[in-house]
């Protein structure tokens, strides 16, 4: 930490407090101290004291203090003169960035952090990667892109080994992509190293507010109690530290809610959240609980619908797609998954079903494993696999990967088959690329 924050002035010091109260857990001492490093005025070209109203930034989008984040960022744009160096214009893209995706707006959140990891990974700014890494993975994960999030995953994973500073996002993220990819048994290492870590989970529930409740699910399906009651005890102490933060408490009664089967902790927290997506994620836990009680199912089906509505709206496919499934249950079809604003046509007049199976399928996913993710039976992936192998006119899957290859070259590339991409990082180029395939579930009538 001290390697990445020379400078001995005052606004450096407080900038160093600020990084490591919120590293123990403490995001209003953190803040506290990063307005102050903001305030202080140094002209002596610290690297700290120019990376400062960055941090202040992104500690305001931990908070979720959206607006103020966005106040910090147009009054600091206005700032901002050239020269900067390479460091600093990766910052700025990827603190916007991640202020973009937690206000719901993916795409542009996406691209970028995606601009900023380009300069970083060129510039050698390692402390800034990670930060940029959390977010495609998890982006990409919401997106249903299994591809992108493991290739971002192994990123993460990479820098782990060199050790950075603040790992418990990065963690948390590496477990959901183990859990989405093959089952929560295989994430259940690293979801009990987390919650039994009090330092990463205290950081973790301070940065992320879509992980207490997270943990407590997963806890579930495993059926781990001490791993959910840690969770939540951990979550409900955050809370009280940081009572001025209606995320940190909606992330708490989320928590509290789901362990206890409280619907009215649940129905609380999704009004509190700031964050839509985790404003849907409790609608669709307060939905379940009132399934399972076999509740008033107009409302319930309300609920859901709510849910998938904001879903949608912040291109959250796999989620979207979980909950068109629990609506299906209901007796209520919300028509599959269509894209939109797809680039070109479908190829080979696939449907977007049949779409996203033959891409999983071309990535070596099994059946059961594109089912996993796409929350639909292994037997329907093999029905809209035999779609897809006629249309294609492929009989097997090296085939259909093959065929599927030569395709998204093209796609990604505008150039023929036979044409080599153009140099450059291909995972984030890719990324430019499809920020622009957005989903959304067809738009449904109420009745
Ligand atoms: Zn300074």
Known sequence: MDDFLPGSCEAAEFFRRSAWSWYDGRLDVGLHYAAAAVDVKCDEHHEPCELAPFWHIALLTKARELEAGWRALTSLQVRRGAPESDRV??????????????????????????AGLRI??????????????????LGAL????????????????????????????????TAQAAEARSGVESAAGLIAGIVTNPFVLRQLLVSEPAAASWLVRVSGKLGACDLANATVTAASAASAEHSRFGVMRASALHGAGLLEGDSGKLLEAANLYPDRWCGASAREDLAGLLAARRS??????????????AYTAVGATRDASRVVNKLRDFGV????????????????GLTNTEFAVAELVSQGHTNNEVGRQLFI?????????KKVYQKMSVASRVE????????SQRQRFGGSPGQCPPGGPLPLRRRAVSAKRTFAVAPFHRT
């Not at 079809?333 to 080979?348: D, F, K, L, T, W």
């Not at 259909?400 to 290859?405: E, F, Q, R, Y």
């Open 296 to 309: 008033d199912r107009n409302n319930t089906i309300h609920i859901l619908e709510s849910a998938l509505g």
């Open 400 to 407: 259909l990967a093959a065929s599927w290859k030569a395709f």
């Open 333 to 348: 079809r919300r028509g599959a998954i269509r894209a939109v604003e797809r680039e070109g046509e479908m190829p080979h």
């Open 89 to 114: 214009t990766a910052t700025a893209h990827i603190i916007q960035g991640d202020l973009l995706f937690a206000t719901g707006r993916v795409d542009d959140g996406l691209a970028e952090v995606g």
């Open 142 to 173: 919401r997106r249903a892109d299994m591809r992108a999030c493991l290739h971002f995953v192994d990123k993460l994973t990479g820098e782990a080994l060199l050790g950075y500073f603040g790992q418990a996002a990065g963690a948390w993220v």
């Open 120 to 137: 970083a990974e060129r510039s050698n700014a390692r402390s800034l990667l990670p930060t940029g890494y959390v977010v495609m993975a």
């Open 377 to 385: 039976s292994r037997h329907t992936v093999a029905f809209h696999l």
